[in-house]
């Protein structure tokens, strides 16, 4: 039973050619060293990308949960413009028990990731040893990444992205599908064989504006 169950958890991360199709679509651009789904939307589209924490062209990558649903990047870059992080950071210096708990999210993070690159077969990357990604773990840089831990490690391990969850609710709730019209689903996606010379995969745009996410919401992507 428990091994049948850990094999359907295998599976359910595992991406398909669908999922990178969708992924593609939801960020506009092609994806490339995606290596797991670790959260995906009640109807089974991806809501995070779990990227290898070593590329394939050799170069280490701490930022393993990359957020990856519209609807819920959208929603957070308005927490984000709110001021939400500014808040967050005050908290952090004035409250002990929160910061330990931001403290050991980072630690998990670590952990999760090295959990990913034994998965994928990469192992060790000792070059991003103790960095993990937004911030942590004394300070709130980057709300996406957050919530993408959040969403791919459950409830109880990131308090930050878990209230983050939280004031996202009136947009984006776990229990339902936001999928339709949130992206294009005419037409082919965005090319995949570019990913492996160009300048467009997943890496290459952390900590930057996404070169198509220039909708409504400001253009902010993780
Ligand atoms: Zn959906």
Redesign the pocket.
């Known amino acids: 039973m428990e091994a049948n169950q850990a094999e359907a958890a295998e599976e359910s991360r595992r991406p398909t050619p669908h999922d990178l199709d969708v992924l593609s679509r939801q960020l506009g651009r092609p994806v490339r060293d995606v290596v797991e789904i670790p959260a995906r939307?009640?109807?089974g589209?991806p809501l995070v990308a779990a990227t290898a924490p070593r590329l394939s062209n050799g170069t280490p990558f701490p930022t393993t949960f990359y957020l990856t649903h519209p609807v819920i990047t959208a929603a957070v870059s308005r927490l984000e413009a709110g001021g939400t992080m500014n808040t967050m950071n005050d908290r952090l210096e004035g409250d002990e028990p929160l910061a330990g708990e931001y403290r050991s999210a980072h630690e998990a993070y670590l952990a999760a990731r090295a959990a990913i690159g034994e998965r994928c077969g990469i192992g060790a990357v000792p070059e991003i040893d103790g960095i993990s990604a937004g911030g942590m773990p004394t300070r709130v840089k980057c709300l996406h990444v957050l919530v993408g831990h959040s969403l791919a490690a459950g409830p109880g391990v990131n308090p930050l992205g878990d209230e983050a969850l939280e004031l996202i609710s009136d947009w984006w709730t776990a229990d339902r599908?936001?999928?339709a019209g949130a992206w294009d689903t005419t037409g082919q996606a965005p090319d995949r064989d570019l990913s492996r010379h160009g300048p467009q995969g997943l890496p290459d745009i952390v900590g930057r504006p996404a070169p198509v996410r220039k909708s409504a919401t400001g253009g902010t992507a993780q």
Do not use: L, R
Request: hydrophobic residues 15%.
């Open positions: 939307c009640v109807c589209n599908c936001y999928c």
